[in-house]
């Protein structure tokens, strides 16, 4: 298997630190607002990148963090009138409850920065004692960036004051205008948390260094295997993050990065700022899930994706196509079939995620497999073999998971699903009696919803033709 390498700017073959198991960190959310797109693109990513891990043999253990500290969240809490972690439930659950919609299986580990407090002590205090940082007068903790003689390797970036990100308004009491803080001192009635450092609240960086060292760190050189996130993250916060486990610890943060690119929507970054974040909730109530993410695995993990709606129906007409070869095959028992495609999947799929090359051959398997049904429809081999090959892509993918018929009535609300579905089963209820007069009415009365029906082995289905 081999990954391109955010640091070294290279695709490095993937030699994990242990044979026992891989360990992957991916930074989480910060709670306080609705998921949009490109939370949902980073999400997806590393969730192909784990099942792609597990289909090449390995045991993951895959942490993704919860920020549920945040200058943000304190301030929703206070325009809302309620309390901290009523803003931070509400949207943990949420983005929850997103990711599920996705397909995106959660994660081993799902550490909260309010849950990593010691660890985060215990960062601190192993940076001061091995003068890495220090406490100003006022009572906040900076590290000291220029003791780092690595600092800026991992971004490579040249020091540029404009590039400073920290959660609360720098200080003049700092060493260096680089330096960052660690821990700030808070003396007013927001979130403030009890230290050996004074009253206050880590600083952004410091929670994901801690939550490594405390859940995954395991090997002299590096703490684990790959650490991932959106490009934005590579400075500062990664590099920053990767310069407090160096120092402190006296290894490398990481053997692998792996960054994915941003979510556009037609050609614009998206931005809260530039008033065109896109939240997954609302994409979710025009289309099925499976579709976005079939959509937003698309391309490329490393590029910019631009997000359009003509490139996402044309996205979902390739998927449509799997689904049928899947309603044609339905009610077959799932085959463990050793295939070609099954092999070529893989591995396009272990060359750094090339999920472009992979759908192409998913788009020549079902064509074949179609082709072949057309002109022998009892073929069991093809059946077999077809029936092998959907499970490997549900599997390693996470496209094809629904029932075939199903997956076609995206569109209608619950309410009218229920009442086709009572109309449903009145009619076979009529046929059973021989009554079909009225199921030929019923049938009629279905159909005017705008879905066709299948009577089938397994017993009546219906999709939308509208």
Request: aromatic share 10%; hydrophobic share 35%.
């Amino acid at each position: 298997m081999f990954i391109y390498d955010s640091v070294q700017k290279t695709k490095r073959e993937f030699i994990p630190l242990s044979k026992e198991q891989v360990t992957l960190y991916v930074c989480g959310p910060t709670v306080y607002d609705d998921a949009h797109l490109g939370h949902a693109k980073s999400a997806l990513v590393f969730d192909l990148l784990r099942r792609v891990l597990e289909a090449n043999g390995h045991n993951v253990i895959y942490a993704r963090n919860i920020t549920d500290i945040d200058d943000k969240i304190i301030k929703k809490a206070a325009e809302q009138g309620v309390g901290i972690t009523d803003i931070t439930d509400k949207f943990t659950e949420a983005y929850h409850v997103d990711m599920s919609a996705l397909g995106i299986e959660r994660p081993t580990l799902e550490p909260k920065a309010t849950e990593s407090l010691e660890a985060m002590f215990e960062l601190i205090q192993k940076l001061i004692d091995t003068n890495h940082a220090y406490q100003i007068e006022n009572g906040d903790v900076y590290f000291d960036t220029q003791s780092d003689q690595k600092y800026l390797s991992i971004s490579g970036n040249k020091q540029n004051d404009d590039d400073r990100q920290e959660r609360v308004e720098s200080s003049t009491a700092k060493k260096h205008p680089a330096d960052f803080a660690l821990w700030k001192s808070v003396n007013d009635k927001s979130l403030t948390f009890p230290s050996p450092f004074g009253a206050g609240r880590p600083g952004w960086h410091t929670e994901c260094s801690a939550m490594i060292e405390k859940h995954l760190a395991g090997d002299d050189k590096f703490a684990i295997d790959i650490h991932g996130g959106g490009a934005d993250l590579l400075f500062p916060h990664h590099e920053n993050e990767a310069a407090q486990t160096r120092c402190s610890s006296n290894h490398e943060l990481a053997n692998y990065w792996m960054h994915n690119g941003f979510v556009n929507i037609d050609g614009e970054k998206m931005s809260k700022s530039l008033g065109n974040s896109f939240f997954i909730k609302d994409a979710l109530k025009v289309y099925d899930g499976e579709v976005l993410r079939f959509y937003l695995l698309s391309t490329n993990y490393r590029s910019n994706f631009n997000f359009n709606e003509q490139d996402l129906l044309a996205s979902k007409k390739r998927l449509d196509k799997m689904y049928r070869l899947k309603k044609r095959l339905f009610g077959m028992k799932i085959a463990d079939e050793k295939t070609e495609m099954k092999t070529k999947l893989l591995e396009a799929l272990s060359d750094d995620l090339n999920v472009s090359l992979g759908l192409a051959i998913i788009d020549e398997m079902v064509a074949n497999a179609n082709e072949t049904l057309d002109a022998n429809p009892k073929d069991k081999l093809i059946k077999r073999q077809s029936t092998s090959d959907l499970a490997f892509i549900e599997k390693v993918l996470g496209f094809g998971h629904q029932n075939p018929f199903e997956y076609f009535q995206f569109g209608l609300d619950a309410d009218t699903k229920k009442k086709i579905d009572d109309l449903v089963a009145q009619r076979s209820d009529a046929k059973k009696e021989k009554n079909f007069e009225k199921s030929d009415l019923l049938r009629d009365e279905i159909m005017a919803f705008g879905v066709s029906i299948m009577d089938t082995a397994q017993g009546t289905f219906w999709e939308r033709t509208e």
